[in-house]
């Protein structure tokens, strides 16, 4: 499985990007798709997971009520809208994606396949 993130940039502070996340390859073994962030000196963190059949979505504190994860099969396609978003916000926004669907689902452990990065900067 082969992913590649897309839809970065820079926005100001209260606006919206959204993220896409295209999956290639054994697509149809995905069970579970998430988005991580890494901002300059911190660790990579978990943003929000999506796991389908059935379909259940989980956001970190932080995010919830601003970003949304969606998925799109016909595409092979995982989304992140990000509205209002906040200075703080600013990292690289990193895909993965796992054949398993039970267990935990917040932890870079929990994903064999990653995808290289998009970089999102929000301006105060």
């Known amino acids: 499985v082969q992913l590649v993130e897309s839809g970065g940039g820079l926005v100001q502070a209260g606006g919206s990007l959204r993220l896409s996340c295209v999956a290639s390859?054994?697509?149809?073994?995905?069970?579970?798709t998430a988005w991580f962030r890494q901002a300059p000196g911190k660790e990579r963190e978990f943003v929000t997971a999506?796991?389908?059949?059935?379909?259940?979505?989980y956001s970190t504190d932080s995010v919830k009520g601003r970003f949304t994860i969606s998925r799109d099969d016909a595409s092979n396609t995982v989304y992140l809208q990000m509205n209002s978003l906040k200075p703080e916000d600013t990292a690289v926004y990193y895909c993965a994606a796992d054949t398993s669907y039970d267990g935990t689902f917040s932890y870079s452990s929990d994903y064999t396949y990653w995808g290289q990065g998009t970089q999102v900067t929000v301006s105060s």
């Open positions: 999506i796991r389908w059949n059935p379909i259940s979505t």
């Open positions: 390859g054994r697509t149809f073994s995905i069970h579970k």
